[in-house]
């Protein structure tokens, strides 16, 4: 029983280590600043539109 218990804290651990990882990997500080969201889609949109 105790080898059930220790096997499903494993799994619950990995678990939660693969949305830590997947969540902080992609940006070099973190989450987004709430100004820095408009300004990015902004920008976004400008390239767009001057690559067209």
Same mark, same amino acid.
């Given at each position: 029983?105790?080898?059930?218990?220790?096997?499903? #804290?494993?799994?619950?651990?990995?678990?939660?280590?693969?949305?830590?990882?997947?969540?902080? *990997?992609?940006? !070099?500080?973190?989450? #987004?600043?709430?100004?820095?969201?408009?300004?990015?889609?902004?920008?976004?949109?400008?390239? *767009?539109?001057? !690559?067209?």
């Amino acid at each position: 029983m105790s080898l059930l218990l220790l096997e499903a #804290l494993g799994a619950l651990l990995l678990f939660v280590f693969i949305v830590w990882w997947t969540m902080f *990997s992609g940006r !070099k500080n973190g989450e #987004l600043q709430r100004g820095s969201e408009s300004s990015a889609s902004s920008l976004e949109s400008d390239q *767009s539109a001057e !690559k067209k």
